[in-house]
């Protein structure tokens, strides 16, 4: 890893601004205005940066996604701060995101930024996880990707990526492979990537055995099930020297159905600890998150804090039912035990006492339906001490309703 | 109770394709909600959840031995109001448009749409079927059976005609000029003398909500807030927006991004505050409980 200040950052790389740079000013001519952004009072940022595989590029370690921000100034901003990287898809918000960033690009030197979009051709066959006519296959993607670069209004982008596939078939498709090819040989794009998030660890090897891929984009967060595979498929890709950009770090930004939410940033920075990550593209719309997603960028330690919170998160937490239903089956009494649980995690968790009891009420359950059994059958694969927790949460049926939250 | 959920989905998902003379109709795919859209639309999910996506349901029209040759996919949004919103961030004014639901626009090979709550997709998968009128035919049949109102948002109808490029108007569910508190925002693309610019525009039932809104703008942008901040019209230089321009009155709050002529801005706050004060912004959704 190297820690640079900006200056030294653009001195170094193979990038060079315009002679527009001037004492760390940024001065784009952005239509009939001029932006000048203003430098930051700490002086400028000092930005983690990691080289993307065998590729030219360093980047920062946080980049861009692009895919719902609709704002120009954010993304001028970020370019400010020292981002480099921008990802898009012909597909994000019609076109019009390709479309946005077009605006802005074309004020901007071109050497001053990467960019990465993504196509998917038609033609595929979900029941077979791959494309199925090559002539469409070809046709198509051809067709996406010179409307995608005439919104953009480049002559090229950094990378172009095959987007969202989830099989071996559909990564080393050769109809798929033959047309980006071309587009590599034309010049139009300096590097190929395919993108993935499902499935990433069969995609990444697949992209490994091809030798056609530059670059990785897979989904990878701390509540993956499957992280620990993704990320041994993630050092056989960096062994390799292929690139890999990380996203989905938040999952999406749902709360988890089990253990604490981290931050956007602690998460963020979980997904960054491995050497063999180059980059990851969050996708921010505001300048707080932006704010916070450089924040890590300058560092990836965890406080004391966060590594508690990860360490519950890794273990998940004893109030959330995750509904797996293993034990609907085990109860002799057919109890509805992932509602019972969803109840207890109402009043222990949420301390919503009066959700809980509307849920008791509706299932019906008794505070003694668990009194007949000598020994609870149910074995939680969570290790709930179901029979305890369905007797104490029971018994919220029997309080007076104005003692209820 | 997994085969109730089952046959209770199918029977859903049947009520919302109409039937279409010469094709039946295959419902291979699941009904995709919050947890699992991004498995169907991937990143372009993000922008979705954004604008209270609640389900999607797809369905294929096909011939014979399961020839398909149209993909029917319907999004489904918490209100009118998200609807529009996510429609719009997809809509350009250069499409060409139909009246089709509320309105709808088609390239070579697909129509979209939106009626109500729903933002509709029709894509015709078959080559042969790329831009014939059983296309529109389709499309419009999925429109018909579908409910929910046929009407863009009521606080369109304050933005001034002059100027206005026709069917760039916007609902920005949140963070609008990139700042958190800043959502429920309506834009509109003009044109005047060879300017480009937008004007958004905030409506809330409660006046205070409007001051609390622009208290926390000035807050963010100026680091402090007036002191007994009035209505009226005002200018904020935005570190990041550049300059604002900005008029608070009553429920409304507008303002003015990438223009600074006043020639051409005074004009166009004068007819948006005509048509506020006349009252021409009437309330198309009665009940919709999602009203700024």
Redo the contacts between chains.
């Keep these: 890893m190297e820690k640079n200040d900006r200056r030294s950052f653009l001195r170094r790389s193979f990038l060079g601004l315009a002679a527009t740079v001037t004492a760390g000013r940024l001065v784009y001519a952005g239509g009939k205005t001029e932006h000048a952004f203003p430098v930051d009072k700490n002086d400028t940022p000092s930005l983690i940066t990691r080289r993307l595989g065998k590729t030219d590029m360093v980047v920062p370690v946080v980049s861009m996604g692009v895919m719902r921000a609709d704002n120009p100034a954010l993304v001028r901003a970020a370019l400010d701060k020292g981002i480099r990287l921008l990802d898009t898809a012909h597909t994000y918000q019609g076109g019009r995101n390709e479309e946005m960033l077009g605006k802005i690009l074309k004020d901007v030197p071109r050497n001053s930024y990467y960019l990465a979009t993504k196509v998917k051709p038609d033609g595929y066959d979900k029941t077979k996880g791959d494309f199925t006519d090559d002539e469409k296959v070809k046709r198509t993607f051809r067709e996406k990707f010179e409307i995608s670069m005439k919104r953009l209004g480049i002559g090229y982008v950094d990378i172009l990526f095959l987007h969202a596939i989830n099989s071996r078939a559909a990564t080393l498709n050769r109809a798929v492979q033959e047309v980006m090819q071309e587009i590599k040989e034309e010049g139009r794009t300096r590097y190929l990537g395919v993108s993935t998030h499902s499935h990433e660890p069969e995609v990444i090897r697949a992209a490994v055995d091809s030798g056609v891929y530059d670059v990785v984009l897979v989904a990878y967060n701390y509540r993956q099930d499957h992280k620990d595979e993704i990320l041994k498929a993630l050092e056989e890709a960096h062994k390799a020297g292929i690139g890999v950009i990380v996203m989905k770090t938040m999952a999406g930004g749902r709360p988890p159905k089990s253990g604490p939410a981290l931050s956007m940033g602690t998460a963020l920075k979980w997904s960054l600890q491995s050497e063999y990550v180059a980059t990851s593209i969050p996708g921010f719309t505001s300048f707080d998150q932006l704010e916070e997603d450089i924040a890590v960028a300058r560092d990836l330690t965890f406080t004391e804090e966060e590594k508690q919170l990860i360490a519950q998160a890794m273990r998940g937490d004893t109030l959330y039912c995750d509904a797996c239903d293993e034990c609907i089956d085990q109860c002799p009494h057919e109890l509805p035990i992932p509602d019972l649980m969803r109840a207890y995690m109402y009043t222990y968790g949420y301390r919503e006492t009066r959700k809980a009891r509307e849920l008791l009420d509706h299932l019906g359950v008794t505070p003694g339906a668990c009194a007949s059994c000598d020994e609870c059958t149910v074995t939680c694969p969570k290790g709930f001490a179901v029979a305890r927790k369905i007797t104490d949460i029971t018994r919220l049926r029997e309080m007076p309703q104005a003692f209820l939250t | 109770m997994l085969l109730t959920i089952n046959i209770s989905l199918t029977a859903q998902t049947d009520t919302l394709f109409p039937p279409f003379d010469g094709y039946h109709i295959l419902h291979e795919y699941p009904v995709y909600h ?2 699992n859209l ?2 169907y ?7 979705y ?2 604008y209270h996506f609640q389900d999607l349901h797809v369905a294929e029209y096909a011939k014979g031995k399961d020839r398909i040759f149209y993909k029917v996919e319907i999004y489904r949004h918490e209100d009118p109001l998200y609807a529009f919103g996510i429609y719009s ?4 004014p250069e499409y060409r448009f139909v009246k089709i639901g509320t309105q709808g626009f088609e390239e070579t090979g697909q129509l ?1 749409f939106l009626k109500g709550s729903h933002y509709v997709k029709v894509m015709a998968v078959n080559e042969s079927r790329r831009g014939e009128t059983e296309l529109v035919a389709l499309a419009r049949s999925v429109a018909e059976h579908l409910p929910g109102p046929t009407a863009f948002p009521s606080e369109l109808r304050l933005f001034p005609d002059e100027g206005k490029v026709p069917n760039s108007e916007r609902f ?1 569910a ?7 508190f800043f959502e429920k925002v309506f834009t509109a693309l003009y044109r005047i003398n060879g ?2 610019f937008t004007l958004f525009l905030v409506y809330r039932e409660d006046p205070a909500k409007v001051k609390a809104l622009l208290s926390e703008l000035y807050r963010t942008v100026e680091g402090e807030v007036p002191k007994n901040l009035p209505e009226g019209d005002r200018i904020l230089n935005d ?4 300059r604002l321009f900005i008029i608070w009155e009553g429920k409304l709050l507008f303002g003015f991004r ?1 223009i600074d002529d006043e020639a051409v801005i005074r004009p166009l706050a004068a007819a948006l505050l005509f048509r506020y004060r006349t009252g021409e912004r009437d309330d198309l959704y009665p009940g919709t409980s999602q009203r700024p």
């Design positions: 919050g947890e991004w498995d639309i991937d990143g372009a999910a993000d922008n959840l954004n961030s997809e809509r350009s979209f920005i949140s963070d609008f000029l990139g700042y958190s300017k480009e570190k990041y927006n550049g990438d």
